[in-house]
């Protein structure tokens, strides 16, 4: 992960007199999703708590950890190469230990430390707490796994240390694991069964975050509006849970409206969602709030209803249009991206242009969009040919992609002339004398540095746009 010469700063300031005293040194790279960065986060903070302190420098490192992503071939293929890199340095160093975290280490087991020499340690997404025990064993000179899936473990009780952080946002976890079982995807069987955090970990997370001066927070999830406290336990318990915890169960809506109350100056996000959970609730809470963004990520995958139910997508086609619709009803301003997937199997050129069509339908903001990939183990591996020629599946991905880019520039255009609040998140990449920042909406805005700071809420006029970013000028602070 890139470090900035901010976040090194603020890593000095924000030093605990445990850290102070820390003499080794843990380089820590993580690929894959946002839950995986922030994850490394809360490794980070358990390992400080054995002598480690983080390193951007891998050369000057003790322990290297890879937390790893297992959604797409690509995404492992990345990360055996990078392995391979480890190697050659431990060639000259051998006293470096190399450890691989996450969705890898949770599918492939003990077969990384037996195939990959280097490898010293595998640990699963729920076994960090492990950590102190298994860098031990790997210190005694011992290979270490532990690959356990819990019921419970949330980390709610961890700090997370922030890495690679701006010092403005920041990822708070709130659902661990996936009950969903879409037929194509991997994590409920590397990441196990859904539950959720305590709400009171969770605002008092945001509300450290708030004194150390960040002014926006992600929850994050594999499905966040499934997201029900009760106590405790795997959502799929619920029903076993007794009358009294299910009378102060905490859903998704009453958790935004808890986070939303107690610090009504943070900007608060959320990711992800899925369709077939998300209630009018969560809209409604959504659009009460000011300081919740008006921004959803509602991945869809396909337009076809005849995909959606081979993929175990809970929904319809009709059903996701009615719910684009209520979304526009109650939050006109709202943005909406998407996730879709190129070629699952038996997917026909009909169900292609019917994933057009939807995208015609939504005109979405923007979206990250894939080829289907096998994974093995899921049900769709198992059950369904990976049928669609490779060059199929690439013409179609690109068909979405270049459609997608023309809503997107439609979209951005969409804000020419009005003046939106952004909150400044650190330096633009292509100019050291502009900001960068967020809209509401969760598209980038770009503007002339001028007199504001870093962290603050600006009122910005858009004059130009790409297809990808929103450029104007700053009119004077945003009220708060
Ligand atoms: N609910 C999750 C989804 C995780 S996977 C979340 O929080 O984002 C992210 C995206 O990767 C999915 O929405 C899907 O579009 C894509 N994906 C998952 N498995 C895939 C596969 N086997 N091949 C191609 N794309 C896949
Ligand atoms: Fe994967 Fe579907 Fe869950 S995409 S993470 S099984 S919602």
Redesign the pocket.
């Known amino acids: 992960m890139e470090k900035t010469i901010d976040e090194t700063k603020q890593g000095t300031a924000l030093e605990t007199r445990e850290q102070q005293a820390n003499t080794r040194k843990l380089y820590i790279e993580s690929y894959g ?3 995986n960065f922030s994850d490394s986060e809360i490794v980070a903070s358990i390992l400080s708590g054995e002598g480690f302190n983080t390193t951007p420098n891998m050369e000057e490192a003790d322990l290297i950890l890879v937390n790893t992503c297992s ?3 690509k995404a492992e293929q990345t990360v055996r190469k990078r392995l391979e890199q480890f190697n050659t340095l431990k060639r000259d160093k051998p006293s470096i230990k190399v450890g691989v975290l996450g969705c890898m280490a949770e599918r492939l087991k003990s077969q990384l430390l037996e195939e990959e020499q280097i490898v010293d340690m595998v640990v699963g997404p729920d076994a960090y707490k492990d950590l102190p025990n298994l860098v031990r064993e790997v210190d005694g000179g011992a290979q270490a796994v532990n690959v356990i899936l819990s019921k419970e473990e949330t980390y709610g009780d961890v700090a997370p240390v922030r890495l690679g952080s701006n010092g403005v946002t920041a990822f708070v976890s709130i659902t661990r694991g ?1 009950d ?1 079982m ?1 037929t ?4 409920p069987f590397t990441r196990g069964r859904e539950r959720s955090r305590d709400p009171q970990s969770i605002v008092k997370e945001v509300g450290e975050l708030w004194e150390q001066g960040f002014r926006e927070v992600t929850l ?5 509006d499934s997201y029900l406290w009760y106590g405790g336990g795997l959502k799929k318990d619920y029903e076993k849970a007794s009358d009294i915890q299910k009378a102060s169960a905490v859903n998704f809506a009453g958790l935004l409206d808890q986070v939303a109350a107690a610090y009504p100056g943070m900007r608060i996000r959320f ?2 969602s ?1 369709p077939q959970d998300m209630t009018l609730d969560v809209i409604e809470a959504m659009a009460r709030h000011r300081n919740i963004c008006k921004y959803i ?1 509602l ?1 869809v ?1 396909s337009g076809s209803d005849r995909i959606l139910q081979a993929m175990n997508r809970l929904h319809t086609r009709q059903e996701y249009m009615e719910l684009i619709d209520n979304i526009r009803r109650l939050i006109p301003e709202c943005g909406i991206s998407q ?3 190129a070629g ?1 199997p038996t997917e026909t050129e009909e169900d292609h242009r019917e994933t057009l069509s939807l995208m015609e339908y939504v005109k979405y903001d923007f979206g ?8 093995p183990g ?1 049900l ?1 591996a198992r059950k369904m040919a990976d049928d669609v020629p490779e060059e199929d599946k690439k013409r179609r991905l690109r068909e979405i992609i270049e459609l997608q880019q023309q809503h997107s520039l439609w979209r951005n255009q969409q804000h020419l002339g009005k003046v939106e609040e952004v909150l400044i998140e650190g330096p633009s990449k292509r100019s050291d004398a502009h900001w960068m920042g967020r809209n509401t909406q969760n598209t980038v805005v770009v503007f002339p540095k001028e007199q504001y700071q870093k962290g603050e809420f600006v009122n910005v006029r858009i004059e130009d746009c790409t297809s990808a970013t929103l450029l104007g000028t700053a009119v004077g602070y945003a009220q708060q």
């Not at 194509?184 to 994590?187: I, L, N, Q």
């Not at 994050?220 to 966040?224: E, F, I």
């Open positions: 999703c946002q839950m959604i797409r071939d996936c969903n879409c194509f995807c991997v994590v994050l999830g594999q499905n966040v990711s992800t899925n990520h991945p995958q996730d879709m997937i699952f990250f969009m894939f080829a289907y990939s096998e994974r899921t769709a």
